[in-house]
């Protein structure tokens, strides 16, 4: 019988619709499928990317430590989100230098997904919302070369690239 409702629980989340809300309990609206809490001052790091050639996802962004820019990917071309055109930041791989990959391991949200990625976001009417920081150059002490937060003062997009804050507003 314990089997029996494991293997009922476990299809039942296989097939529901994820939400996800980290660092608060719940998420705040429908159109959300992942919310970050905003009761402290952190920021979401993007992946450390070494060699890009593979990734063909558009909407895909990283941290490329080639030229240490935080880069987004649109029809095929990567977009710098960095501003500065100089090789700004720095970022210490070694701790990856251990580490083996595992190229299928992925978390998707939504429904399942067949995109590769680490943190694969896919539902048709459903959108991730970033960590929320007021002035986040202010007040994140040392962040960490590719963090995004939405600013919440000045209202708009705040991207770190390991050496200064890049802010985008629409």
């Not at 609206?29 to 063909?56: A, C, D, H, Q």
């Not at 240490?68 to 210490?92: A, Q």
Request: some cysteine; aromatic content about 8%; charged content about 20%.
């Amino acid at each position: 019988m314990k089997k029996l409702t494991l293997t009922i629980a476990f299809f039942c989340i296989i097939t529901s619709h994820a939400q996800v809300a980290v660092g608060k309990d719940l998420v705040t609206n429908s159109s959300v499928s992942l919310e970050f809490g905003s009761t402290e001052n952190r920021g979401m790091i993007l992946p450390y990317v070494e060699n890009k050639s593979g990734i063909s996802e558009n909407g895909t962004m990283i941290y490329d430590t080639t030229d240490n820019k935080v880069k987004y990917l649109k029809g095929g071309s990567w977009f710098d989100l960095s501003v500065n055109n100089t090789p700004t930041g720095s970022v210490d791989l070694s701790i990856q230098t251990t580490k083996i990959e595992k190229p299928e391991a992925k978390v998707s949200i939504g429904q399942p997904s067949s995109v590769d990625g680490i943190l694969v976001l896919e539902d048709a009417n459903k959108a991730m919302i970033l960590p929320k920081v007021a002035s986040p150059h202010l007040n994140i002490i040392n962040p960490a070369p590719g963090m995004m937060v939405y600013d919440t003062t000045a209202r708009q997009l705040a991207i770190f690239n390991g050496t200064m804050w890049s802010f985008w507003k629409p």
